[in-house]
Nanobody
Framework: QVQLVESGGGLVQAGGSLRLSCAAS????????MGWFRQAPGKERDIVAA????????YSADSVKGRFTISRDNAKNTVYLQMNSLKPEDTAVYYC?????????????????WGQGTQVTVSS
């Protein structure tokens, strides 16, 4: 099991940027695939981006492609989500998740551990 703590959320104007961080405990971080999900009020939790254990393989949802970038630093046990050109529709609680599967996955059911979430609010 791995403990995950997100940070970096906040209030930003449309067009602005934020960088979310997810710090993980545990010595096996570099064997986990990681993902960022988000959930807006009244909506389901959706995949935003995912990354494999090495950082060499990534996925971005169509809604954020070209604006958001996922990356990881295994030496720091941290995964990041750089969010640029933010839009009001990006407003949601953002969650970090870890999967014991080495390969990249976009299926939330294949993630084993979740953080508590961090709120991102984009004003128009």
């Amino acid at each position: 099991q791995v403990q995950l703590v997100e940070s970096g959320g906040g209030l930003v104007q449309a067009g602005g940027s934020l960088r979310l961080s997810c710090a993980a405990s545990g010595r096996r971080f570099n064997s986990y695939a990681m993902g960022w999900f988000r959930q807006a009020p009244g909506k389901e939790r959706d995949i935003v981006a995912a990354i494999d254990w090495s950082g060499g393989g990534t996925y971005s949802a169509d809604s954020v492609k070209g604006r958001f970038t996922i990356s990881r630093d295994n030496a720091k046990n941290t995964v990041y989500l750089q969010m640029n050109s933010l839009k009001p529709e990006d407003t949601a609680v953002y969650y970090c998740a870890a999967s014991t599967r080495v390969g990249l996955t976009t299926d939330s059911l294949k993630y084993d551990d979740w953080g508590q979430g961090t709120q991102v609010t984009v004003s128009s």
